[in-house]
């Protein structure tokens, strides 16, 4: 069973940055996983905020290009979203995902507060 654990998130200043770590365990083909960041605010809906493939191909939601970044670890087994320019709407809970074949893994979610 693949757990993943989200870490990092925290209360920051508009303006400022973060980086959200998520650490996968229990599998050993973690490469071969395309790995998601999504966000839940409060009252809303889940949304995507970024993905990046196996071969490390990254997408990002509208909303985040030019400030968020993906990036993947396989030895480390980790995949990373660096938050800068961060803004009051950005606030959420930031989730990590790993999805191979047709099975979706999910860690628990970190807070990201942005405000002053």
């Known amino acids: 069973q693949v757990q993943l654990v989200e870490s990092g998130g925290g209360l920051v200043q508009p303006g400022g940055s973060l980086r959200l770590s998520c650490a996968a365990s229990?599998?050993?083909?973690?490469?071969?996983?395309?790995m998601h960041w999504y966000r839940q605010a409060p009252d809303k809906q889940r949304e995507l905020v970024a993905t990046i493939t196996s071969g490390r191909s990254a997408n990002y939601a509208d909303s985040v290009k030019g400030r968020f970044t993906i990036s993947r670890d396989n030895a480390q087994n980790t995949v990373s979203l660096q938050m800068t320019n961060l803004k009051p709407e950005d606030t959420a809970v930031y989730y990590c995902?790993?999805?191979?074949?047709?099975?979706?893994?999910w860690g628990q979610g970190t807070q990201v507060t942005v405000s002053s």
């Open positions: 229990g599998s050993t083909i973690f490469s071969h996983y395309a």
């Open positions: 995902k790993g999805s191979f074949m047709l099975n979706d893994y």
